[in-house]
């Protein structure tokens, strides 16, 4: 039980494609594109790392309480978070435009479980102001595995019927129209 146990957690755990930084970026859209950020609030589950993509491409993981960003191109994009479950966000993403995900993470079976939820300017800059939420920066020259073609379709495809049966249930990143800067 214990070998089991040990296992379950180094699995979930994984290697980093991120760098820490010391200094905390001033946050703001390119002009014609726009800026997603991933804010993990939660010290719970500090060592297990949860992979995102855009679209199926890795752009970050979080572990502990962390944020990262990203630029994204314009138009509607699907937000996936890689735990035991595959979380979606579809969010249209607009010019000059900054967009915070708060990224949950609840106990599972076998790992660590995630969610995304929109968050307010306010919100998202007093969550990366606190001193005990590091800066994170994902590491090119290190990249992750982009997720598995089969896994993003089945991800999207659960996402999309979710919508359908319960047309509330997403609505908050569905509707989501972000800030114009921090």
């Known amino acids: 039980m214990?070998?089991?146990a040990t296992a379950a957690l180094l699995g979930a755990c994984g290697s980093s494609h991120m760098i820490q930084r010391p200094t905390k970026p001033a946050i703001a859209a390119?002009?014609?594109?726009?800026?997603?950020?991933?804010?993990?609030?939660?010290?719970?589950g500090w060592g297990i790392t949860i992979d995102d993509y855009l679209?199926?491409?890795m752009i970050g993981q979080t572990r502990g309480r962390c944020f990262f960003m990203t630029d994204v191109p314009l138009g509607p994009h699907y937000v996936?978070?890689?735990?035991?479950?595959?979380a979606v966000a579809k969010i249209n993403f607009q010019a000059g435009r900054v967009y915070a995900l708060s990224q949950g993470i609840y106990p599972g079976l076998w790992k660590a479980r995630t969610g995304f939820s929109a968050m307010t300017a306010a919100d998202a800059k007093k969550e990366m102001a606190d001193s005990s939420c590091d800066y994170r920066e994902y590491n090119t020259a290190k990249p992750g595995k982009d997720l598995d073609p089969?896994?993003?379709?089945?991800?999207?495809?659960?996402?999309?019927?979710?919508?359908?049966?319960?047309?509330g249930r997403h609505k908050d990143t569905l509707d989501y129209q972000g800030f114009d800067a921090l």
């Open 2 to 4: 214990l070998a089991l």
């Open 55 to 57: 679209d199926g491409k």
């Open 30 to 44: 390119q002009a014609g594109r726009a800026t997603l950020l991933i804010i993990r609030t939660t010290s719970f």
């Open 150 to 167: 089969k896994d993003y379709k089945e991800a999207v495809d659960d996402f999309e019927e979710e919508v359908k049966k319960e047309p």
């Open 80 to 86: 996936v978070g890689d735990a035991e479950n595959k």
